[in-house]
């Protein structure tokens, strides 16, 4: 703000961030980014495998059926995991800065330009959804919110008609 620019920051919400994980891609980037082999490997293979869950509503319960994604919540290791799973996300920004805690994650870039900082949001943020989709993980679109921050001046003579998209769809 004292250097008269516009910061532009996106809160991205993941739909049901921790039952989504992936245990394959998970498995993976334990052993491709953090160097988990062998028996520890095998430990969190074991960990995430053959887990089952039912669901019990007004004295019925459902049968049960096995849990093929997701990480344990309630957990220690649960946390850990999703992290775990998500700490790459920043590599795939080239024009904004991320901030991340467990699953909620703004990013942000400042710019003088309104127009040059609409499209450095938008850029990163279908970067974001096309991260997302690799590691087979949804954006929560309603949940997705932008916030134009700036001196009261130049948020009323800079700010124009360029939106943030997701999906051809303006971003609240």
């Not at 775990?84 to 330009?113: F, R, V």
């Not at 999906?167 to 609240?172: A, D, E, G, R």
């Amino acid at each position: 703000m004292d250097n008269g620019k516009l910061t532009g920051l996106i809160s991205v919400d993941i739909r049901k961030a921790f039952d989504s994980i992936d245990h394959k891609i998970l498995i993976r980037k334990m052993q491709e980014k953090f160097g988990v082999h062998s028996l520890e490997l095998q430990w969190f293979q074991s960990y995430l495998s053959k887990r089952s869950q039912v669901c019990a509503v007004d004295g019925h319960t459902s049968l049960a059926r096995e849990i093929v994604c997701g990480v344990p919540q309630g957990s220690i290791l649960g946390p850990l995991l999703f992290l775990s799973y998500i700490n790459d996300l920043p590599e795939c920004l080239q024009n904004t800065t991320p901030g991340m805690y467990a699953d909620d994650t703004q990013i942000y870039a400042s710019s003088a330009s309104f127009t040059e900082l609409v499209t450095k949001l938008n850029e990163d943020l279908e970067n974001r959804v096309k991260w997302l989709s690799q590691n087979k993980l949804q954006l929560h679109n309603k949940k997705t919110k932008v916030m134009f921050i700036g001196s009261p001046y130049n948020l009323k003579n800079k700010v124009g008609n360029d939106q943030v998209m997701i999906n051809n769809k303006p971003v609240t």
